[in-house]
């Protein structure tokens, strides 16, 4: 293996002091909807918010006085960006960031604002690497890898060793998986402290790389996923054979689970999660009986996530869980019938959010009109008691989703 458990404590003392220890705490909440003992590494909390100031920071503190001066580049989708940026300047280092044109606006601003020079080049990391390759070549700079590097994956691992410290009886970590580096460094750790820990690490299952490489599969890649920071179509060099022997397995996540697991750490952990941060929590939500009764470890590992997506996932979130719930009347155009509507649906304690009435389609009659309204709910027992009501009504009521596609 490219790293071994001294690697992992040697890249701690170096990065003593100037990488926060994160928390590991128990999470009850999180535990009584899944049905495992959990507890999350908040990694979330790191000055750049993402678990990637480890690696960077090992990393840049490795150069010597020549590399130092010419200057360093790294590809990413953002969080590996922040932490180079953040630690290089911290270290005098001048940085240069090659970022996918899809990366989140609020990672971009947050690289800049550390000092670094930002090009965004490419749709995908694999599209950005070539050109930060072409930049590296042509300027004479010092590549800083976001994964298949021996000292980012040291860095990475120091997460193990402090996970393991503080719960030395966990029986599995749920790791999530881009480039592998994350993982590698975790399980090097974890496996040389605690043999018998089960390793199960997550992929986006728009982007199943190492499951790809493990299995030998060609499972298909491509796709906006809410987890862009593991959205890695090349495995590591590196990376690839630690997984290999060390991660018992590889679990897929569709969307629905990732904004559901990002949803949750906000509402139940008030605590701000990307996509690739809650990966480890979708897999629970995905496959709770895999979990069941374990003592698992999750690592929040990122918690960059624009405000306007997530705003859009809770109210999605609330959507999926019927407290928040649109429905379509058949009414007659005639004064006083609106109102009498707003009426019912207060007495029955929904708060009416968007009203839409329409009288001019050709699928309505000529003295009647159609009427969207959404409202919020307690939950789904007290939606079906609003359409019960609309019925007795004689409304014809149906329940519609978004853009007005029937339930």
Same mark, same amino acid.
């Given at each position: 293996?490219?790293?071994?458990?001294?690697?992992?404590?040697?890249?701690?003392?170096?990065?003593?002091?100037?990488? #926060?220890?994160?928390?590991?705490?128990?999470?009850?909440?999180?535990?009584?909807?899944?049905?495992?003992?959990?507890?999350?590494?908040? &990694?979330?909390?790191?000055?750049?918010?993402? +678990?990637? &100031?480890?690696?960077?920071?090992?990393?840049?503190?490795?150069?010597?006085?020549?590399?130092?001066?010419?200057?360093?580049?790294?590809?990413?989708?953002?969080?590996?960006?922040?932490?180079?940026?953040?630690?290089?300047?911290?270290?005098?280092?001048?940085?240069?960031?090659? *970022?996918?044109?899809?990366?989140? %606006?609020?990672?971009?601003?947050?690289?800049?604002?550390?000092?670094?020079?930002?090009?965004?080049?490419?749709?995908?990391?694999?599209?950005?690497?070539?050109?930060?390759?072409?930049?590296?070549?042509? =300027?004479?700079?010092?590549?800083?890898?976001?994964?298949?590097?021996?000292?980012?994956?040291?860095?990475?691992?120091?997460?193990? #060793?402090?996970?393991?410290? &503080?719960?030395?009886?966990?029986?599995? #970590?749920? /790791?999530?998986?881009?480039?592998?580096?994350?993982?590698?460094?975790?399980?090097?750790?974890?496996?040389?402290?605690?043999?018998?820990?089960?390793?199960?690490?997550?992929?986006?299952?728009?982007?199943?790389?190492?499951?790809?490489?493990?299995?030998?599969?060609?499972?298909? %890649?491509?796709?906006?996923? $809410?987890?862009?920071? /593991?959205?890695? !179509?090349?495995?590591?060099?590196?990376? $690839?054979?630690?997984?290999?022997?060390?991660?018992?397995?590889?679990? #897929?996540?569709?969307?629905?689970?990732?904004?559901?697991?990002?949803?949750? +750490?906000?509402?139940?952990?008030?605590?701000?999660?990307?996509?690739?941060?809650?990966?480890?929590?979708?897999?629970?939500?995905?496959?709770?009986?895999?979990?069941?009764? !374990?003592?698992?470890?999750?690592? $929040?590992?990122?918690?960059?996530?624009?405000?306007?997506?997530?705003?859009?996932?809770?109210?999605?979130?609330?959507?999926?869980?019927?407290?928040?719930?649109?429905?379509?009347?058949?009414?007659?155009?005639?004064?006083?019938?609106?109102?009498?509507?707003?009426? *019912?649906?207060?007495?029955?304690?929904?708060?009416?959010?968007?009203? =839409?009435?329409?009288?001019?389609?050709?699928?309505?009659?000529?003295?009647?009109?159609?009427?969207?309204?959404?409202? &919020?709910?307690?939950?789904?027992?007290?939606?079906?008691? /609003?359409?019960?009501? +609309?019925?007795?009504?004689? %409304?014809?009521?149906?329940?519609?989703?978004?853009?007005?596609?029937?339930?």
């Amino acid at each position: 293996m490219s790293v071994n458990l001294a690697d992992i404590q040697a890249a701690r003392r170096v990065i003593a002091g100037h990488v #926060l220890r994160t928390p590991m705490l128990p999470a009850p909440r999180l535990s009584a909807l899944t049905g495992a003992r959990v507890q999350v590494k908040y &990694e979330n909390l790191q000055v750049t918010n993402s +678990f990637k &100031e480890r690696g960077a920071r090992a990393k840049l503190a490795s150069l010597n006085a020549d590399e130092r001066a010419r200057g360093v580049i790294a590809m990413s989708a953002g969080n590996h960006a922040q932490a180079v940026a953040y630690h290089a300047a911290a270290l005098g280092i001048a940085a240069t960031i090659v *970022m996918p044109l899809t990366t989140p %606006f609020v990672k971009i601003a947050a690289t800049r604002e550390h000092g670094a020079r930002v090009l965004l080049d490419g749709e995908t990391i694999s599209e950005a690497q070539t050109r930060a390759e072409a930049e590296a070549r042509s =300027d004479g700079l010092t590549w800083v890898h976001p994964y298949d590097d021996p000292h980012v994956i040291a860095g990475q691992g120091t997460i193990g #060793l402090e996970m393991l410290e &503080e719960a030395p009886d966990l029986d599995v #970590l749920v /790791i999530p998986i881009g480039g592998g580096g994350l993982i590698s460094g975790i399980a090097t750790a974890a496996k040389a402290i605690k043999p018998d820990i089960e390793i199960v690490g997550v992929e986006s299952a728009l982007y199943p790389s190492f499951w790809n490489a493990i299995r030998n599969e060609q499972r298909p %890649f491509g796709g906006a996923t $809410l987890a862009e920071g /593991i959205a890695v !179509k090349n495995v590591g060099a590196l990376t $690839l054979p630690i997984v290999r022997s060390l991660v018992s397995d590889i679990v #897929l996540v569709g969307e629905e689970h990732i904004e559901r697991a990002v949803n949750v +750490f906000l509402t139940l952990q008030k605590a701000m999660a990307e996509g690739a941060g809650a990966a480890g929590l979708a897999a629970m939500l995905a496959e709770p009986r895999r979990f069941a009764g !374990k003592r698992v470890g999750l690592v $929040l590992c990122g918690g960059n996530i624009d405000p306007r997506i997530l705003a859009s996932i809770m109210v999605r979130e609330l959507k999926r869980d019927n407290r928040i719930v649109s429905f379509r009347l058949a009414i007659a155009d005639r004064p006083g019938l609106l109102g009498q509507i707003a009426t *019912m649906l207060g007495q029955l304690g929904a708060n009416i959010l968007v009203v =839409d009435h329409r009288r001019l389609f050709l699928d309505v009659p000529a003295k009647g009109a159609r009427l969207d309204v959404t409202v &919020e709910t307690r939950d789904a027992a007290h939606a079906e008691e /609003i359409l019960a009501a +609309f019925k007795a009504e004689g %409304f014809s009521p149906v329940r519609i989703a978004n853009g007005g596609a029937m339930d």
